[in-house]
C-alpha cells in the first residue's frame, strides 16, 4: 500500500514551495486558503465499464461500436482503454489509474484465459484477498485489485462478491459456461446500466453508453418519471428508458446463453435484528470510523477531502489527519443570492486549523446557468438534486489536482441526520389518532399560511399531516414526495394519461418492495429505507455521475459494509436518545475531536440556495424550458399548471423550489436525452 503523506500531497495540489494552485490563485500558509476558484465547465477529461454479448454465437460484436461505448464515458477514465472483443462477446473499459499505476491493465483473465474481467471501482482488502490467492496456487500477473476478482471468481463462482470489501461494479466473461456475470457493490457506490433482450445482452457504467451505441428504443417509461416526478430520481431498477433497467445493489446478474434469459440474485442485505451496544459505544464508533476511513485511503496517488461544516464531512476530514495523512480539504463558499443562508466556510476553517491542514474554498458563483445543462447530461437521468451545482463545481476543482477524494456522504442515513427519520417516528403515534382527527387535520394543513422566508418547514408539516395510517413504506414515502399523486394527475395532460396509463403507485410499489413483508420497526425502518432507495439512487449517483465527470473518484467510507455492520444493529435509545436528538451517538463520540461551534451550527446540509437561485441566476432559463410554448409542443404537462406553479414562486407566494427544479430538470434531460 502507497499511501501518500502530508509533503507529498502538498507538491500534487501546489506544486513545489511557492507556486502557484489551480488558477493562478497564492495559496497561504497555515490552513492554506485558495481564495476565488472559480472553474469552466468540462466534460472532455471517468473508471468506465461496457460489453455486449450476442446469443447468436455467429454474430460478431464490432470493436468500432465497443470504441463508441467506451469513449462515450471516456471522462470516467482519461488514462486508459482496454478492449476484448472475441466473436459475438465484446468488453470494454476506460481507467483511471489509482492502484498499480504501471500494471493493472484491463481486460484481465485468469491463467487460462477463460474468464475475462472488466471492473469500476476499488476493493479496499485486496491486498489480503490477493496474498491468499498466491497462498493457494493462483499465478497473478498484476499488483491490483481488478485481476484478484476474476481468481476468487475461479474458486467461487457468483459468491466471488462476498469477500469483496469496497465500491465496484463488474462483469465477467466466462467462455467455459457461455456466461456472463454482473455485479454491483452493497449500496451502489457504483452504476450500472443493463439492456436484456432476445439479441442478448449489453450494459455500461452509464447511460450514455448505451444510448450513444443506439442499444436503446429511447422510449420513455413513464412511470419511472412519475417516480422521478414524486421524489427527484428515479429508484433502482427503473430508468428513464422502458429497455434498461438498473442492476440493483447488493444484487449479481447472470445471463446464460444457454438459458437465453438473465437471473439476478441478493448476495447481502442489513444486519436488521437489534443487538445490544458494547460497554463504550462512542469510544467504539471512534474505532470504527477511523478503521474504514484508514481502509478507504489505499491508493498509489494522493488523497483529498470534501469539507462542509457538518459533522460527517468533519469526522471523515479527522480521521484522515489522525492517521498522519494531513488532508488538503476543499469547502463550497457561495455567491449570489441566498449566499449567506448556506455559507460554511467559518466552520471549514475552524476545523483545518486545528488539524493543520490545507483548505481550498471554491466559489459557487452566480453564473451557474452556464453549467447546468452540462450538469444534466452528466447525470444521465433526470435528475432534482440541490446539491447538484455545489458537487459539481468542488469535484471540478478537486479533479483539477487529485484523482481521488473522500466524502463524509452516508453519515445522516447511518447515525440518523434528517428530519423524516424523527416525522416517521411521530408518524407512528399520529397513525394512532381516530381516523376522523387525522382526516380533518389533512384537509386542513392546505389553509396553513406559507412562511415570509420560504422556508420550507411549513411543507414538511403539510406532508406529515397527510401521511394518514398507512404502511410504514408509504408514511415515509408522504415525508419525501414532492407532488402528491393528485396533484401529479392534475399536472400531466389528458392524452399522456390516457396514453400511457400512469398509475402513480410505482414509488410506493418500490418502496414496499425494498421493505418488504415484515421490515424494521422504528428509527431503523426509516434508515433501512433511505439506504435503500434515497443513498443508491440520488446522493450516490449524483456524486458518481458529477465527480467522474471530472475524472475524479470520490470513496465514501460512512457507507462502507463493516462499518454499517457494526452501527445499524445498535439500538434506537444509543443512537438519539430518548429525548430523540439528531445523531447523538454521532455527537458524543466526536466530542473530543471536533470545535465547540460544530455541535452548535444548524444543520444545513451540501445544498445551495435552490429557491433564490430559481428566482434571480436561473429565472430565464427556467422561464425558458417551461414555457407554455414548449409544454404544448412536448404534450406532457399542463401549461397552466405549470404556469401556476411558476408565478406561485416567482412572486414569493409559495416555495415550489422542489417541484419548479424537477421541471426544469426533466425539460433539460429530455432535450438531450430524448428529442
Known amino acids: 500500500m502507497s499511501v501518500a ?60 461500436l465497443m470504441r463508441r461505448m467506451c469513449g462515450a464515458m471516456r471522462h470516467r477514465g482519461p488514462d486508459d482503454e482496454g478492449l476484448f472483443v472475441q466473436g459475438a462477446v465484446g468488453l470494454g ?50 499488483a491490483g485489485d481488478t485481476e484478484t476478482i476474476v481468481h476468487l471468481f475461479e474458486e467461487r463462482g457468483a459468491d466471488c462478491v462476498t469477500p469483496l470489501r469496497g465500491m465496484f461494479a463488474f462483469a465477467i466473461w466466462n467462455a467455459s459456461t457461455e456466461t456472463l456475470l ?66 440493483e445493489p447488493g444484487h449479481t446478474l447472470e445471463w446464460r446463453r444457454a438459458d437465453r434469459g438473465a437471473v439476478t440474485k441478493r448476495y447481502w442485505n442489513f444486519p436488521l435484528d437489534e443487538r445490544a451496544a458494547p460497554a463504550d459505544p462512542e469510544a467504539r464508533v471512534r474505532e ?105 463545481l468542488l469535484s471540478q476543482a478537486v479533479g483539477s489536482r487529485y484523482k481521488v477524494a473522500l466524502t463524509g456522504i452516508g453519515g445522516d442515513e447511518l447515525f440518523a441526520g434528517y428530519r423524516r427519520h424523527f416525522g416517521l417516528l411521530a408518524a407512528e403515534r399520529y397513525a394512532k389518532l381516530p381516523a376522523g382527527v387525522r382526516r380533518i387535520a389533512g384537509a386542513m394543513s392546505r389553509f396553513i399560511p406559507e412562511p415570509r422566508d420560504g422556508s420550507l418547514g411549513v411543507d414538511r408539516l403539510k406532508r406529515f399531516l397527510r401521511t394518514g395510517n398507512g404502511t ?98 445498535l439500538p434506537q435509545k444509543v443512537k438519539i436518545g430518548a429525548l430523540w436528538r439528531s445523531k447523538q451517538l454521532l455527537r458524543r463520540a466526536l466530542r473530543p475531536r471536533l470545535p465547540d461551534v460544530h455541535f452548535r451550527a444548524p444543520k444545513r446540509g451540501f445544498v445551495g440556495p435552490t429557491a433564490s437561485w430559481l428566482r434571480n441566476e436561473l429565472r430565464d432559463m427556467l422561464l425558458d ?10 404534450g406532457y404537462f399542463e401549461p397552466q399548471v405549470v404556469d401556476t406553479l411558476l408565478q406561485d414562486h416567482l412572486k414569493g407566494r409559495q416555495n415550489q423550489e422542489r417541484i419548479l427544479l424537477a421541471l426544469l430538470c426533466f425539460s433539460t434531460w429530455h432535450r438531450l436525452y430524448a428529442e
Open 182 to 247: 454482473l455485479a454491483r457493490d452493497r449500496f451502489g457506490i457504483k452504476p450500472l446500466y443493463v439492456i436484456t433482450a432476445p439479441w442478448g445482452i449489453a450494459f455500461a457504467s452509464e447511460l450514455k453508453a448505451l444510448h450513444a451505441a443506439g442499444l436503446t428504443s429511447r422510449e420513455l417509461d413513464w412511470e419511472a418519471l412519475d417516480t422521478f416526478l414524486q421524489l427527484g430520481y428515479i429508484p433502482a431498477p427503473a430508468s428513464p428508458f422502458v429497455d434498461v433497467r438498473k442492476l
Open 472 to 569: 410504514v413504506p408509504d408514511r415515509f414515502l408522504g415525508l419525501m414526495s414532492r407532488l402528491s399523486n393528485d396533484e401529479r394527475r392534475a399536472l400531466y395532460t389528458p392524452d399522456l394519461l390516457l396514453e400511457r396509463q400512469i398509475s402513480g403507485s410505482a414509488a410506493s410499489a418500490r418502496f414496499r418492495d425494498v421493505f418488504g413483508a415484515k421490515g424494521p420497526a422504528g428509527l431503523a425502518a426509516g434508515l433501512y429505507l433511505d439506504y435503500t432507495t434515497f443513498l443508491p439512487d440520488d446522493i450516490l449517483a449524483l456524486s458518481d455521475r458529477l465527480s467522474m465527470a471530472h475524472s475524479l473518484e470520490v470513496r465514501v467510507p460512512l457507507v462502507d459494509h463493516v462499518l454499517v455492520e457494526a452501527v445499524f444493529p
Open 5 to 64: 503523506g502530508p509533503q507529498s500531497k502538498r507538491h500534487a495540489a501546489y506544486g513545489s514551495e511557492g507556486t502557484q494552485g489551480v488558477c493562478g490563485v497564492e495559496a497561504t500558509p497555515l490552513w492554506r486558503e485558495t481564495r476565488g476558484v472559480t472553474l469552466a465547465p468540462s466534460l472532455d477529461a471517468m473508471c468506465g465499464i461496457a460489453g455486449i454479448v450476442y446469443q447468436d454465437r455467429d454474430r460478431p460484436v464490432s470493436e468500432a
Open 288 to 392: 470504527w470510523l477511523d478503521e474504514s476511513v484508514a481502509a478507504h485511503l489505499v491508493s498509489d496517488v494522493p488523497v483529498a477531502a470534501f469539507l462542509s461544516g457538518g459533522l460527517d464531512s468533519s469526522a471523515v476530514t479527522t480521521s484522515m489527519a489522525l492517521a498522519g495523512n494531513t488532508p488538503h480539504a476543499f469547502t463550497a463558499r457561495y455567491a449570489g443570492s441566498g449566499a449567506d443562508a448556506a455559507d460554511e466556510t467559518g466552520l471549514a476553517r475552524t476545523l483545518a486549523t486545528r488539524y493543520g491542514a490545507d483548505l481550498t474554498l471554491v466559489d459557487i458563483r452566480p453564473e451557474i446557468r452556464d453549467i447546468f445543462e452540462p450538469i444534466v447530461r452528466a447525470l444521465d437521468e433526470p435528475h432534482a438534486d440541490d446539491s447538484a451545482i455545489p458537487t459539481w
Open 93 to 142: 473499459m476506460r481507467r483511471l489509474s489509482i492502484i498499480d499505476l504501471s500494471g493493472g491493465r484491463q481486460p484481465i483473465s485468469n491463467e487460462d484465459g477463460t474468464a475475462v474481467i472488466v471492473f469500476n471501482g476499488e476493493i479496499y482488502n485486496y491486498q489480503g484477498l490477493r496474498a491468499g490467492l498466491l497462498a493457494r496456487g493462483h499465478t497473478l500477473q498484476s
Open 625 to 634: 424550458e417551461l414555457s407554455p410554448e414548449r409544454q404544448r409542443r412536448l
